[in-house]
């Protein structure tokens, strides 16, 4: 063919370096278009040949599976227009951005609204997932209101002077000398 330079679509993960230095050695410059998703390749090989206000249409599939953008590329190239590539619920940022720098006044949708939405198909920019909010520290339980003191000779039972025991010692001690012992254990002698 002739060519002196050779552009390579996707990164490393997609074309290997082992293929870029091919065309190297043979005195070709390699130019590597390509991004860490595939939507950013898309539209560095977009921006690559198709400069701002060159096309009047776009061309969109969806990112996800290749027949359409497969079969929509011929009508592209034919057109020389670009065709990118989207998510089926939107455009990422990079590809929104892409269609807007070409400032094509019409756009081709390849496929239907399972493969590219209304909501894509009007350019509408995903939006970046919301981070979630770190969880609320739990506050610290309020004490209850002091109530005034009382002795073993206020409770019918041992559960009832144990209870309020259990519930005022935390936040002000034994205030009612309920546990005279100091094990815990409040007003032994009731029933």
Known sequence: LGATSVP???GPAAVSGGIETQPM???RSVTRLGGAPRYETAAAINAWYFAPGSS?????ATGTNFPDAL???GLAGRLAAPLFITTQECVPPVIRNAINAVGATKRAVMGGPNAVSDAAALNTECQPPQQPQPPQQPQPPQPPAKPADRDCGDFATQAQAQAFFAM???YYGDFARLDAD???IACQRLP
């Open 71 to 73: 079969a929509g590329a």
């Open 8 to 10: 390579i679509a996707g």
């Open 25 to 27: 050695s043979s005195g």
């Open 168 to 170: 005022y010692f935390p």
């Open 182 to 184: 100091n094990d815990g």
């Open 56 to 60: 009047t249409t776009t061309f969109l």
